[in-house]
């Protein structure tokens, strides 16, 4: 059962909190998760194409949003907050407006704030993109593997698994690589795992990463 479902959705309500924090009638419920969409897809494009990451990873752990009548609140939450920050002024004004003109929200003001983490690679998110930054220099799946779950046991956690599947190393056949590392309770709903599913385009075709790490336990 637990391995049938997404772990965030299976536990939702005991470790698992939602990232989006709205109320809206049926009738303007896909209206309102579209856009939610539109403003996750414009920020992190938005650090894909402004920003020049030397290790491939952007650090983006997670976007949440709270939406009030006349607000829309979004923090994001970064694992290497200089990137945005740093470099040139007024880099968050300017997402600010890029997000704003997406949305065309008239009547609600939209405001960004960025939250930095302290362990980043604590994070399923910012650890897929920098096994799919390893993946697309060519590096060894195995190595870019064990790397990662390397730099997850030192930040701390009890258990990590990473799975690729794809055609891995360019060869004729897709299959699927997994490992793991301590112990993942993936049936135990106490258990708070984190679980991001990500997806990377070398030029042998599209990868797909999954990683679960097992923080603790409530």
Known sequence: MGQKINPLGFRLGTTQSHDSVWFAQPIHYSENLQEDKKIRDCIKNYIQKNI????????????????????????????????LIEGKPGRIEELQMNVQKKLNCVNRKLNIAITRIANPYRHPNILAEFIAGQLRNRVSFRKAMKKAIELTEQAGTKGVQVQIAGRIDGKEIARVEWIREGRVPLQTIRAKIDYCCYTVRTIYG????????FVNKE
């Open 52 to 83: 020049r990451i030397s290790s491939g990873v952007e650090g983006i752990a997670g976007i949440k949003i709270q939406k009030r009548i006349d607000l829309i609140q979004v923090i994001i939450y970064m694992g290497f907050p200089k990137l």
């Open 206 to 213: 599209v990868l797909g990463i999954k990683v679960w790490i």
